[in-house]
């Protein structure tokens, strides 16, 4: 966040482009979030479907 503001201020953005740049920030910060996620689940259940294969007990 401190660094969107940093960048808008440096470039001496206007409001309107500071908007614009601000959303467009939080847009991909919000995708990148969501893949990490999705990367981790799927990570996890091929993990636990491993550990539930190998073990006769489960």
Do not use: R, W
Request: overall charge negative; some cysteine.
């Amino acid at each position: 966040m401190l660094g969107t503001l940093l960048v808008a201020a440096s470039q001496n953005y206007n409001l309107l482009q500071s908007i614009g740049f601000g959303f467009g920030s939080g847009v991909g910060y919000l995708v990148a979030v969501l893949v990490v996620d999705e990367a981790a689940a799927g990570c996890a259940a091929k993990i636990s479907h491993i550990y539930s294969a190998a073990c006769p007990v489960c």
